[in-house]
């Protein structure tokens, strides 16, 4: 918890800086929503539903057996990795580098902030349980 904290943290300093961005990706619109999945994500990633990937984002890695559950994961993940690349555009662009290097940074800060159980991705693309 203490990482998702710091990285909203970060995200909020570049809400004081005019954004290019329009009324729907303004970014404290975005933390907000974010906030809002904090408890979902942390829950599916106890249960060892989704995953952290090697390059700062979510992904499904065992998908629930009803398909309702798997279609509520799979939205989840994709709203919270569009506003995770919101964050790391706007923080790609005021620190004159890419949302790629920004990505798999917030990747690096997620894998040593997670708690034990956390599945995360290896450079390589396989998953483990972090211990």
């Keep these: 918890m203490r990482h998702v904290i710091s ?5 909020a300093l570049f809400i004081v ?3 290019t ?13 974010m906030k809002q999945r904090v408890n979902k994500i942390a829950q599916l990633k106890q249960d060892r539903v989704i ?15 009803s398909q309702q559950a798997w279609e509520q994961a799979e939205q989840l993940v ?12 706007a923080i790609a662009e005021r620190t004159g ?15 040593e902030n997670s ?12 998953w483990y349980e972090k211990k």
Aim: hydrophobic share 35%; aromatic share 8%.
């Design 7 to 11: 990285f909203f943290a970060i995200a």
């Design 17 to 19: 800086t005019p954004c």
């Design 21 to 33: 961005m329009g009324a729907e990706d303004d970014l404290s619109a975005v933390i907000q929503r």
């Design 51 to 65: 995953g952290e990937t090697k390059d700062g984002y979510l992904a499904v890695v065992n998908p629930p057996e």
């Design 78 to 89: 994709k709203a919270e990795n569009k506003d995770r690349k919101t964050v790391y555009k």
């Design 97 to 111: 580098t890419s949302i790629d290097q920004v990505a798999r940074q917030r990747a690096f800060q997620i894998y």
């Design 115 to 126: 708690k034990a159980g956390v599945l995360l991705q290896k450079p390589n693309g396989a």
